[in-house]
């Protein structure tokens, strides 16, 4: 990493280390969203409308979508908090909130059709973009299940608040999926029932 993709790696780490807990997982969001740490967020974010990912290393982008995905919650996470029903929930995520370089970019975007290969989330038909759509050009290469573990939406199945560093990014991606399922899986009833978080009925398959 280097330049505005490590500026923002670094803002991750300093609200992490603020405002959640060692695992990453509480957050007191009320005091992040008034925190010098979330200004340094949005300033991050904001440099990053004059990034151009083409120049970036390509081990580093499934890393840096990751990073943008998780600082655009932290940004908006107040947002979130004060969303009155589950529609406005999804509308959250539905929502073009990120600009990088030339295009602007809702957090479904990034999930679903950066990071997911641009398949449809569930409950959705169509794809969240379409097959001439020019941001597909900054779709990772090679699509990695593990990254389910690593994006935090906030909500109480989300996975902890991760940052990644794509020279560091294998590693990272299996402690996090080993750490999610130790802690959320639970075998009951002498072995005869497995209980699982959303997290595997959304994206069962």
């Known amino acids: 990493m ?23 997982a509480a957050c007191d969001y009320a005091a992040l969203a008034v925190s010098r740490q979330r200004v340094r967020l949005v300033a991050c974010l904001a440099e990053l409308e004059g990034f151009d990912i083409r120049r970036a290393h390509i081990p580093s982008q499934m890393a840096f979508w990751i990073n943008v995905f998780n600082a655009g919650v932290l940004r908006d996470a107040h947002e979130l908090e004060a969303a009155p029903s589950v529609r406005e929930v999804q509308a959250f995520f539905e929502r073009p909130r990120l600009r990088i370089g030339a295009h602007r970019y809702s957090l479904d975007d990034i999930e679903h059709g950066l990071l997911r290969g641009n398949v449809p989330k569930q409950g959705r038909s169509r794809a969240p973009m379409a097959r001439d759509d020019p941001r597909l050009e900054y779709m990772p290469i090679l699509f990695d299940e593990r990254m389910h573990f690593a994006l935090h939406s906030a909500c109480r199945s989300s996975p902890p608040l991760r940052v990644f560093d794509d020279g560091k990014l294998d590693r990272q991606l299996e402690e ?4 999610y399922v130790r802690r959320t899986v639970r075998v009951e009833s002498r ?11 959304w994206f069962g398959q």
Do not use: Y
Request: net charge negative.
């Open 176 to 179: 996090a999926a080993t750490d």
């Open 191 to 201: 072995g005869a029932v497995i209980v699982l978080p959303r997290l595997f009925r």
């Open 2 to 24: 280097s330049g505005m993709d490590q500026q923002l790696a670094e803002a991750l780490d300093a609200a992490k280390a603020a405002h959640f807990d060692a695992r990453g």
